[in-house]
């Protein structure tokens, strides 16, 4: 697959808590050829990536309910959601806010706004 080739099948969780933001990066993500559901708190992203079982979920760290770390923290404890690829998409981009996210299970932690071509390139390795 070359870097900006669309896997057309990958399902993506986006957890986002502003809905302005949400509704963005879910229209971008879709034009972009994804199938996209959206969670709004860290109990609903759980619920929904149990049930969904997406390819990737792609999480905001501040979130209500439970944060991002969680999030990932619940779902890499679960043999039926730890193999799901996990992104932080977050304004928490200290070198401290990234070493918590991978202690907790992601695998790429992007800093708010990412671009387009840094969203293509984080899925198209998932």
Known sequence: MKEHDVDVGLRILLVED?????????????????????AADGPA??????????????????LPGFDGYQVARSLRADPATSSIRLIA????????????????????????PASIDQLRLALATA
């Open 18 to 38: 502003h809905p302005e933001v949400a509704t963005a990066q879910a229209m971008l993500l879709r034009a972009l050829g994804y199938d996209v559901q959206v």
């Open 45 to 62: 992203a759980v619920d929904m990536a149990r049930s969904l079982l997406p390819d990737v979920a792609i999480v905001d760290i501040g």
């Open 89 to 112: 998409l977050t304004a928490y981009g200290s070198p401290e806010d990234r070493q918590r996210a991978m202690r907790s299970g992601f695998e790429l932690h992007l800093v708010k």
